[in-house]
């Protein structure tokens, strides 16, 4: 059997690993602050790859630097690449030591790049005899493919690959390995940033390629060619052509001081591996390695279950008082998803079962909807929507084991129980992606054995955690916030959800219809300003329109020409009538797209009700959020887009929609927790707020002073001062100058000292325990706030200032919805609490119970909790939600 030869692209695999990361950079932070995303993504590829492979000789080559001989020969040669990130730079060393401590060796070579140390090192490998697996994240490699070289490009990630041999890539490209270089010389590559030929794109260099089989057979037989203006091109820039034909061919002759004998693979070093992940907080990789203790006790036996049938119902009479329970529903949507099978147990016996429907037997119905039994769940909100899909209630839940992890660390709420067991050092479970597949190809395991071990270890892991993760939330004094907050609101929001809200159709298709008309008339005026017909939603047509024939101020741009996006737009609607035309085009399209056909799709044609889901256990803040569809972001700003609202109406005749909102409870809560006492007088007052601080910060002897546009200043401040906004910042968001701005924060914090301090004093308090929390003790963690980076430190800091705010708020809401569904049926009202948008909660009632809801309410949220101000709240009612009024 021939020997193995692995060899990376150090560089574009880390590139691919940073940006494939990047979404979890705020969890991929160890304690000292370095981000570890890339470092993570780098060392899933080397586990895939070196799984795969088992290589006999393996290589990391690395660039040595930007200047090479290629640089040397085309000075702008990779020119127009963005500069490195800090947070991916300072992952750079870590990488080499990882490669280093996993056996590899790491390798650069002054003057050239990667890819000539890779094509020197395959050719001695096909020369020598070995097999040879490229891994890289650029396609330019793949023409060092042979009929031993192998060249995998990664996609989606770093551990899923395209593997390209000189047979794949005629197939896939029509071309050869060696015709490729001649494919990038005609039409050029942007990432590199040399040109090409001017007008050839990859289509056209294939087939030139294709007929001529060479560049040099192209230029031989151009002559022949008939006239165009390609031919003009072609002819004009074979200069050009022939310059980049070099720059895309990989050497395969470096000078490398290295060769196969040096490089073999003698497996990792394990000692320098732990102290590695030690340094970088690599929990599950130590794990791995079997070098560290701690976490939940684990029942390290075989999993034992037992099948349930009609036969044998008897098992479970013989369960204790406290079960685990797992309904499983492996989509997302839960409230659609197929119940594909459920596992209850006790810790000494589990029962599973494929039949959902068993669960509606009278010695399961009772064993869940008795109030005597202790259960533990994955995601209480869950369960009970499916049970209820059933006929089954969920009549209480001790431990949730997503709730509870998610307090403990607001990064730790994958919707996966396997993914969040690893989280805390548990690895007894797989994840439903290694069980169930994923995209396409998810689904349930039609082999009972693994289908049911996953269940039974699923419930394990419930009870296994539960006792750790409820000593960590009484070590955090957060067990009263999940007892009292979190785990009864999972049953609000269950029932609310289950409840859903009525929308009429018709009034939406009669909105689309109208909708439909407005994006046509705009379409018109648009093309008449611009004096043709172009694609309005095409930046680049609509770019050439604007700053090209109308000669608008380019205000930014992007690698692929002028960048139309909504704040460029914004800054030139007072120079054209155009583009006031086309930012109103936009929204209405999207109102059309996204709201009008969007809302129409997922109207329950059983109810004709719309059921969203909340996330609770999303942000980092506390705040819910609603999906499936989100309809706390149905735009109001937009008239158009507060009609939508028309469509939701009560579900019965002579019945109301009703709404009760806090006022600015942000800045109530800000006033809190300052303590500042001109903030506190102004509300203690009744003030307006915004008025009040526009009186200060202008210096006005009266608010009778104070204009519309100093409001609307003010309120800015206030609002932006809580999250950090520079001087900078506020001056884009009021238009004016930047001296000026910073006139307005120097004067608001001179106003309110206790603000100033607060600002301060949190960023401190982030820095030395790593972490800050709201009224009720949510945590959240902010490792980012010692980065070296600039940018991320920044961030960390806003988030500081902010999350206790924010946070506080969205903790009030909460105890105000568990408070409003108990007073609910305690009074025998029939009223029903459907939404909660940010600050208000959107009810429907029978029109004679308003009168009590304008009581209740306002009663019941005002004092949710204890503020050094008082909470206001306000409230409206109306035959839609779109009518609601005082």
């Known amino acids: 059997m021939a020997k193995q030869l692995l060899l990376i692209d150090g560089n574009s695999i880390v590139f691919r690993a940073f940006f494939a990361m990047h979404n979890q950079m705020e969890k991929f932070t160890n304690q000292a602050g370095l981000h570890t995303a890339a470092i993570y993504g780098f060392k899933l590829m080397l586990d895939h790859i070196l799984k795969e492979v088992q290589p006999d000789a393996a290589l990391v080559a690395f660039d040595a630097g930007k200047t090479t001989f290629r640089t040397e020969k085309y000075a702008d040669y990779k020119g127009s690449r963005d500069k490195t990130p800090g947070e991916l730079v300072e992952q750079l060393p870590y990488v080499r030591k990882l490669v280093e401590a996993s056996g590899l060796h790491a390798y650069e070579l002054v003057n050239y790049e990667a890819d000539d140390i890779i094509g020197t090192l395959a050719k001695e490998g096909d020369q020598a005899g070995f097999e040879t697996m490229i891994v890289t994240g650029d396609r330019d490699l793949t023409q060092l493919a042979t009929d031993h070289t192998t060249v995998a490009v990664t996609k989606r990630g770093v551990t899923q690959t395209e593997e390209f041999t000189p047979a794949y890539m005629q197939e896939k490209l029509g071309v050869t390995p060696r015709q490729y270089i001649d494919v990038k010389a005609l039409m050029g590559d942007s990432?590199?940033?040399?040109?090409?030929v001017t007008k050839i794109g990859e289509k056209t260099a294939v087939s030139l390629i294709q007929e001529y089989g060479s560049l040099d057979g192209l230029y031989e037989n151009i002559a022949a060619m008939k006239k165009s203006k390609r031919k003009e091109n072609l002819i004009n820039e074979e200069k050009i052509a022939r310059e980049c034909q070099d720059l895309a061919t990989i050497r395969r002759d470096a000078p490398l001081a290295i060769g196969l004998k040096d490089i073999a693979y003698q497996g990792p070093d394990e000692a320098a591996l732990i102290d590695l992940y030690q340094e970088l907080d690599f929990k599950s990789f130590l794990k791995e390695l079997g070098a560290q203790e701690g976490g939940a006790q684990v029942d390290q036996a075989p999993i034992e279950y037992q099948v349930l049938d009609e036969d044998n119902m008897a098992l479970v009479d013989q369960l204790g008082a406290t079960v685990c329970f797992q309904l499983e529903m492996p989509d997302a949507n839960y409230h659609e998803s197929p119940l594909a099978g459920f596992v209850i147990g006790d810790g000494k016996r589990w029962l599973v079962s494929r039949n959902a429907d068993l669960l509606t037997t009278a010695?399961?119905?009772?064993?869940l909807e008795d109030p005597a039994v202790e259960r533990d769940v994955f995601n209480a909100k869950a369960q009970l929507v499916g049970l209820h899909r059933l006929g089954v209630d969920l009549a209480g839940v001790d431990f949730d084991l997503l709730l509870a992890s998610y307090l403990l660390n607001t990064s730790e709420n994958a919707n996966d129980l396997g993914v969040l067991a690893a989280a805390h050092d548990y690895h007894q479970v797989q994840t439903d992606e290694e069980v169930y597949g994923k995209g396409a190809k998810r689904a349930i395991p039609a082999d009972d054995e693994v289908f049911f071990t996953h269940l039974a270890k699923k419930a394990r892991a419930i009870r296994d955690l539960k006792e750790p993760l409820y000593q960590q939330l009484t070590?955090?004094?957060?067990?009263p916030l999940y007892e009292d907050i979190e785990r009864p609101l999972s049953a609000v929001l269950a029932h609310m959800e289950i409840t859903g809200i009525h929308v009429d159709a018709a009034t939406?298709?009669?909105?689309?219809?109208?909708?439909?008309?407005?994006e046509a008339e705009l379409e018109q005026a648009i093309y008449q300003e611009a004096g043709e017909e172009f694609n309005i939603n095409s930046p680049k047509q609509l770019g050439v329109i604007l700053f090209e024939k109308m000669k608008l101020p380019v205000i930014k741009k992007t690698k692929t020409g002028y960048s139309t996006a909504v704040d460029v737009l914004?800054?030139?609607a007072d120079r054209a009538p155009i583009v006031q035309d086309i930012l109103a085009y936009r929204q209405i399209s999207k109102l059309q797209s996204t709201y009008i056909t969007g809302l129409l799709k997922v109207i329950h044609q059983d109810d004709q009700k719309i059921h969203t889901r909340y996330l609770q256990t999303l942000t980092a803040t506390g705040r819910l959020s609603s999906v499936d569809p989100n309809l706390q972001n149905i735009p109001v700003r937009l008239e158009e887009g507060r009609q939508i609202r028309r469509a939701f109406t009560p579900s019965a005749p002579g019945w109301k929609i009703f709404s009760s909102d806090y006022s600015q409870v942000e800045?109530?809560?800000?006033?809190?927790?300052?303590?500042?006492k001109n903030m506190q007088a102004d509300f203690l007052a009744g003030k307006d707020i915004h008025a009040a601080t526009a009186k200060r910060i202008f210096h006005l002897q009266s608010e009778d002073e104070v204009t519309p546009n100093m409001r609307r200043q003010a309120k800015a401040v206030n609002f932006g001062i809580v999250y950090g906004i520079s001087d900078y910042g506020l001056a884009q968001n009021i238009h004016v100058s930047r001296p000026q701005a910073h006139e307005f924060i120097q004067s608001y914090f001179k106003e309110f000292p206790g603000v100033e301090k607060y600002v301060h004093d949190i960023v401190e308090l982030a820095k030395q325990q790593g972490y800050v929390e709201t009224l009720t003790h949510r945590r959240r963690y902010l490792p980012e706030i010692h980065a070296k980076s600039f940018t991320q430190r920044s961030f960390a800091e806003r988030m500081a200032m902010n999350t206790p705010i924010q946070g506080s708020a969205a903790d009030i809401i909460k105890i105000a919805m568990i408070r409003m569904e108990k007073a609910l049926k305690e009074r025998g009202l029939r009223a029903r609490m459907l939404l909660q948008i940010h600050d208000e909660l959107v009810f429907e009632a029978p029109e004679e119970e308003i009168?009590?809801?304008e009581e209740l309410v306002p009663s019941i949220m005002d004092s949710a909790v204890k503020l050094d101000v008082p909470l206001k709240v306000e409230s409206k009612s109306g035959a839609t939600w779109y009518d609601l009024k005082k």
């Open 508 to 518: 939406l298709k009669e909105m689309g219809s109208k909708l439909v008309e407005r």
């Open 363 to 367: 010695p399961l119905k009772k064993l």
């Open 570 to 572: 914004e800054k030139l």
């Open 667 to 676: 800045l109530r809560v800000l006033a809190h927790v300052t303590g500042d």
């Open 191 to 196: 990432s590199d940033n040399y040109p090409g």
């Open 851 to 853: 009168a009590i809801l």
């Open 475 to 479: 070590d955090n004094e957060q067990l």
